[in-house]
């Protein structure tokens, strides 16, 4: 009816607004860097990203943590993580691996004392993707470097955390537990894995081909978080399903990793939002406490 067409095109117009907004802010990034550690929406001072801080103000994230990156030649812009909420939270930056390439692997954490029974912590973080492009060992290399990065962020996380921990963000590395899902994902990584080879096998010779790797899942830094006791958000699920993809490259290499405390969360639900603003699609993680 007329109630329902107005409702479609007020949900158009609103998602059409976000988006615009989204975009002005990744453009904004361009010429500002992401402000300092601990940093929150009206301390934020000159060339620190004051538009990107105003502009999740606007959509209502007025509390915010950033920890910092490195420098994106193709975007032109200073990149780092953060994490912005509508609620109250207690943040911190962790360095995970510093000044590798002239970059810095680190990790923006919020601890939330009043959304849930107990204490609930997000973490934004970007695993290393050079070491497996210039290193002799290829991909081994980077996962064993990527491997060692989440091994200090979870150090870091049960040092000073408790309760639920979500662990959000570029892993730089597929999730083979997803491969098994579907006869969809098992033909999609078949053919990326094909690809691959084709491009470069001597980086792959350790992980390719999946039936014999000559090296065991453990030692990648997915297989790791496992063995640690984290589990993908997207298992979860009443019917545990992956996105596909999460990147251009058609691999899925964004993640969501949850290792719960004494009060299990419920997923609702988990997506990625396809937009063209940056080469990587967002993970959308609904979470009920």
Known sequence: GKS?????????????????????MYQDTEREVL???GSSVGSVGSHEGRELMEGLRQLG????????????GGGRCFCGNIVASRHVFSGEAVILDRNRFNEERSAAVATFHE???EPVTV????????AEMRGFFGMAEGEAIRLLEFEALHHALAVRHGGTVAILGDFNT???????????????ADLLDRLSLQRDPQALRHFLPRSSPRLPQEMTALGFAEKLGYRHAWQELAQPMAPYY?????????????KSGSKKPRVAFVGVYHSDAS???PLVIDLEF
Do not use: M
């Not at 329902?4 to 002005?24: D, G, I, Y």
């Open 4 to 24: 329902e067409e107005n409702e479609l095109l007020k949900s158009a117009a609103v998602s059409e607004n976000v988006e615009a907004l989204t975009r002005q």
């Open 35 to 37: 402000g300092p550690l």
């Open 61 to 72: 994230y007025t509390y915010c943590i950033c920890s910092p990156g490195f420098y994106s």
């Open 115 to 117: 959304i849930a029974q």
């Open 123 to 130: 973490v934004s973080t970007h695993l290393d993707v050079w």
């Open 174 to 188: 597929a999730s083979q537990s997803a491969v098994l899902l579907s006869q969809e994902h098992q033909r999609l």
């Open 246 to 258: 999460s990147h251009w490259s058609g691999q899925l290499i964004d993640h969501c990793l949850l």
């Open 279 to 281: 080469d990587h699609l």
